[in-house]
């Protein structure tokens, strides 16, 4: 079965140093997203994506987030200035259809990010 | 606004009882669509269900059964004969129609003692 496929699975960075979490939906979708689970919480949503731009973003995706699709495979989250409270899981998710018929997301394994 | 609460911070039962999770949503919204996740202690994103506003039927799926009652907003998860691989976290979460984003629950961590 086909999967959504996130590197690294673990990323420990410095506090104020840029990091770039890296996502393959699953290759026939068209809409992706990021999810975030601070330890021990819930999960949160960041970003969606869909045509080449953010479809909708939350109040925790502020101007030290970005999101990427450098080529037709890949789906990136940038933080570019880390702060301690950026260490949590970092989900990838896609899905086939959009928000209309709320296809199941098909979530990554993960990118636990540390910053220190 | 939208809001999924599970009061059930955590959970422990023997192997082979049955438990019921229980879920309560908020919306607004006519249509909207109902989800279950399990998080396993690997940390993935398992999805279990999907379920619309429309659809009221009872679903069963092996040992999973979900029960979705509109008229007190819920939508609980129950697992018969518990087995110790059902350990996990498990994520009611909640979407409206036209709305990109899940927005999921506390969650329930779930322990199966054998």
């Known amino acids: 079965e086909p999967e959504v496929t996130q590197t690294p699975s673990h990323q420990v960075t410095q506090m104020g140093q840029e990091v770039i979490l890296r996502c393959v939906p699953i290759?026939?979708?068209?809409?992706f997203y990021w999810y975030r689970q601070i330890l021990g919480q819930k999960v949160e949503f960041l970003v969606s994506?869909?045509?080449?731009?953010?479809?909708?973003k939350s109040e925790i995706f502020d101007d030290q987030f970005s999101v990427e699709r450098p080529d037709g495979s890949n789906f990136t989250l940038k933080i570019r200035s880390t702060k301690l409270e950026d260490s949590a899981m970092y989900f990838c998710?896609?899905?086939?259809?959009?928000?209309?018929?709320?296809?199941?997301?098909?979530f990554g394994n993960g990118t636990r990010l540390t910053v220190t | 606004a939208q809001k999924v609460t599970q009061a059930q911070t955590e959970i422990s039962v023997v192997e082979k009882e049955d438990v019921t999770l229980d879920c309560v949503y908020e919306?607004?919204?006519?249509?909207?669509?109902l989800f279950w996740y399990k998080q396993p202690p690997s940390g993935e994103l398992v999805f279990l269900i999907r379920?619309?506003?429309?659809?009221?039927q009872n679903e069963i799926s092996g040992r999973y059964s979900w029960n979705f009652q509109k008229s007190t907003s819920s939508f609980n998860f129950t697992i018969t004969a518990s087995q110790v691989v059902d350990s996990a976290v498990y994520f009611c979460?909640?979407?409206?129609?036209?709305?990109?984003?899940?927005?999921f629950g506390k969650g329930t961590r779930l322990h199966i003692l054998p």
């Open positions: 979460a909640l979407s409206g129609s036209g709305d990109d984003k899940i927005i």
């Open positions: 379920r619309n506003s429309f659809d009221e």
């Open positions: 994506f869909y045509n080449n731009e953010i479809s909708e």
């Open positions: 290759s026939n979708h068209l809409y």
């Open positions: 919306t607004r919204d006519t249509t909207y669509y």
């Open positions: 998710a896609s899905s086939d259809v959009g928000s209309s018929y709320n296809s199941p997301l098909h």
